[in-house]
């Protein structure tokens, strides 16, 4: 009896102390009867206190991660719905017009009171020595050299939104916010007329569109042909020697055709130049509040939409069509505006990439530190290290990546295969190819971690059954082992590809770039250019946020890039996850 | 190898064994085992008949099992595990220099306690002996799935679902299942370690059932707890205890009339 009535002697000491009252209650309860010894157990025996703290551990962790997505994905999403412009008349006459930002609250400090009159100390001190103050992005950086202006509230006289206030999404410089002053067509002036304007900056679009594509493609190949006819001079020099009668002969073959390539070249020059001196007869006149002028070529107006006179199937239709610019197009204005397509490329690519080095080499070490190395002092040695790796500083796998792979494997990959194109180097630089192979590092213990666990829940009764019908223990490892722990060898796939696709420092050293001139796969032989360096979603956020020479003007940018990387993230995750399940299914069965 | 030769527990006691025309299975001959320093088996003589079943039996731990297990080697996997003594095979000891282990493995089908399908259908799981032996051809592996299916007394539940996962099915199906892979490869000894001691009653009778049926194709020898089992299905019985063959015989003289008394005390339920 005393042995079920006396928990408390086994309990931890530093319950002991807390629980020594009960504990007397409880022997003296023992002795007048049954229903008071019940009423006074325990706490830890009838209740599962603990069970508080699990669900608080979880629920703080839930709220934390539920906080920072709703913070992320309202900001994200928030970021392309067009807002009204406000045109603010100053005290001083002065006027301003933007969107407004933010706003502030702040307490104005003694060298901003000293320029105020009266009237405007009277409003402060009746707020208590405050301030509210808003952020108008301005924009028409070509004219003000900012994008933002702070006015407080005691500067303000009034605040209206014109109805012909229009917000210009420009090809350079950034937005424009102000009004049509005049309309140049084919050369000829004509009054400024929405649909009229919407028409002819198609039209221009689509100019700018055909002078892109052939300077980018038409030019750009001809350019690589020239690249490749300059190499093949430098190689027949340095195969057969300066000036020898067979280098001579194919120098002078190359020269030949990179005569024929320049007259290619002035040809499609040409037709661009044609293009563009049209392009320059549709001209806008654009005027900001204050009536100073910009005059611009209709092709260099991306988008352009009256703010304050539009509903709401016009703003809808302005939001979706920057989502696709966003997500379709190249980036512009040092990356604060455009779109981010070779960032995702680059993202998808380097992790896809990067997948296809980590896969094979941590199942192979898994496999063999579990199936066939002796399990003894040394194994676990290498297994704690491998562990280990995990908590190395990315940065570092960065160095390692630049100096292994880049300078010392790159560099003799140039000196065997590439010496015409040196001192340039060709794969001894930070690309594609380095970053993901740098990465498959980073997260290959990751991989053989958990391939590793995935290899010893296979039961043995299974791999007796293969051995006892004869199989070899590879055939044994091929046919029912590997099989059965493919599920849990995918979820380490996953976790590397997430822990991947994230990954921004060490990348910074071996191949990401703020702004990469061609993808690493496009229509050039051999097509997948493994030596390029490339954009990634991550590095974006951080030149956008910290590098660019506004972060007020990127941090819409940064949001909706984020938002774009975690998605990206869950989706191929998702993907990854739904290919374990079908395979989880496949071998599984139901139970019935 | 300081192997010291045990005194021998009997004489060869084959004498009363019911003797198959054709011969000896398996003849093991003062056969020792070692898991480290301890001693699980200690001199067991004992020959198997062949086409017949022979049932092994004794208390937990008295190394029925691990006896079972060294006659295909899968007692290899173990580490520190030493033998000593012989266990022949048509004239070659199977722990003789230059033995193949696989072709050896080959030529004993093995049912273990527990189902152990692999993850695949239920097609593949039975000619998973042909498949990793090399054979691709369709025909041979439809025929031999059949054949086995049928040997089992599964063809009528799978016909229509062989290409369904085999985790799918019921424990006794499994066994069944287990036991059609056994014997795909058309071996000449069944090894069975106590087949049916994860099943309910009823798949226990229909594997005894089969083993009935599969009496005279096969050699099979059997671990089990179950002396009620044992004294159903074999023709001959060992009693094992504390790593000796204690007693081998008939089956009937087994139960009936055993010569010792730690026998007779076992199989009336007076120990163990």
Known sequence: ?592 | MNVVAPERQFEPTSYHVKKSPEGAALDIRNFNLWYGKSQALHGIDMEVQKGEVTALIGPSGCGKSTLLRCLNRMNDLIDDLRVSGEIMVDGFDIYGPGVDVIALRKRMGMVFQKPNPFAMSIYDNVVYPLRVDGITKKSILDETCERALRSAALWDEAKDRLNESALGMSGGQQQRLCIARGIASDPEVLLMDEPCSALDPIATAKIEELIHQLRGHYTIVIVTHNMQQAARVSDNTGFMYLGRLIEYGATETIFSAPKKTQTLDYVTGRFG
């Open chain 1, 1 to 592: 009896m005393t042995d079920i009535l006396d928990p408390h002697a086994t309990a931890s000491g530093a319950a002991a102390p807390a629980s020594t009252a009960a504990r007397d209650a409880v022997a003296g309860a023992a002795q007048r009867g049954k229903r008071v010894r019940m009423l006074s157990a325990d706490l830890s025996a009838v209740g599962e206190p603990s069970l508080w703290a699990f669900g608080g551990a979880l629920a703080l962790g839930v709220i934390l991660i539920a906080a920072f997505l709703a913070m992320v994905t309202w900001n994200g999403l928030v970021t392309f719905w067009p807002k009204p412009i406000a045109m603010v008349e100053l005290r001083d006459g002065t006027l301003l017009a933007g969107e407004p930002t933010r706003s502030s609250v702040y307490r104005p400090g003694e060298n901003v009171l000293a320029r105020l009159d009266e009237e405007q100390i009277a409003m402060i001190e009746a707020n208590g020595g405050f301030s509210e103050r808003v952020l108008y992005k301005t924009a028409n950086f070509d004219l003000y050299g900012d994008d933002f202006r702070w006015v407080s509230d005691f500067d303000k006289a009034a605040v209206t939104f014109p109805p012909d206030f229009h917000l210009f999404e420009r090809q350079q410089w950034g937005t424009f916010v102000g009004r049509v002053a005049g309309l140049t067509i084919g050369g000829e002036p004509q009054a400024f007329d929405h649909a009229l304007m919407q028409r002819e900056q198609s039209a221009a679009r689509r100019r700018f569109a055909e002078i892109r594509r052939l300077e980018r493609s038409v030019i750009g190949a001809i350019n690589q042909r020239m690249d490749r006819e300059r190499l093949a001079i430098r190689r027949a020099n340095l195969r057969f020697g300066e000036d020898s009668p067979r280098a001579l002969e194919q120098i002078a073959a190359s020269q030949a055709r990179i005569a024929e390539l320049e007259a290619e070249f002035a040809e499609v020059q040409g037709r661009v130049n044609a293009i563009r001196e049209n392009d320059r007869r549709y001209r806008v006149l654009l005027e900001e509040v204050n009536g100073r002028t910009v005059d611009t070529e209709l092709s260099q107006i991306v988008r352009f939409y009256a703010a304050n006179d539009i509903g709401f199937f016009d703003k809808l239709g302005i939001y979706f069509s920057r989502w696709w610019e966003f997500l379709s197009t190249e980036p512009r204005e040092a990356n604060t505006q455009g779109g981010v397509l070779p960032a995702i490329f680059g993202t998808v690519a380097m992790t896809l990439l990067m997948v296809v080095f980590v896969a094979p080499f941590g199942v192979i070490t898994a496999l063999y530190l579990r199936e066939y190395a002796a399990q003894g002092r040394l194994t676990s040695i290498v297994r704690i290290s491998v562990n280990n790796l995990a908590g190395v500083p990315s940065i570092v796998y960065g160095v390692f990546g630049l100096g292994f792979f880049a300078y010392t494997m790159g560099g003799s990959i140039d000196q065997l295969f590439f010496p015409e194109n040196l001192p340039n180097p060709t794969f001894g630089k930070g690309g594609i190819l380095w970053a993901s192979l740098t990465l498959a590092l980073l997260t290959v213990p990751v991989v053989i971690v958990a391939s590793e666990e995935a290899l010893a829940a296979v039961p043995r009764s299974m791999r007796e059954g293969s051995l006892a019908c004869g199989a070899s223990k590879w055939q044994t490892i091929r046919y029912v082992v590997l099989p059965k722990a493919l599920p849990g060898i995918m979820t380490g796939m996953i976790l590397a590809m997430a822990r991947g696709a994230g990954e921004v420092a060490p990348l910074m050293l071996v191949g990401v770039v703020k702004l990469a001139p061609a993808l690493p796969v496009d229509g050039f032989f051999p097509f997948l250019h493994l030596d390029r360096s490339f954009m990634h979603l991550g590095f974006h956020i951080f030149d956008v946020g910290f590098q660019s020479r506004n972060s007020e003007a990127g941090k819409p940018m940064v949001f909706v890039t984020t938002l774009l990387l975690l998605a990206l993230i869950v989706t191929m995750n998702a993907s990854a996850v739904t290919i374990r399940n079908r395979l989880k299914r496949k071998y599984a069965g139901g139970q019935f």
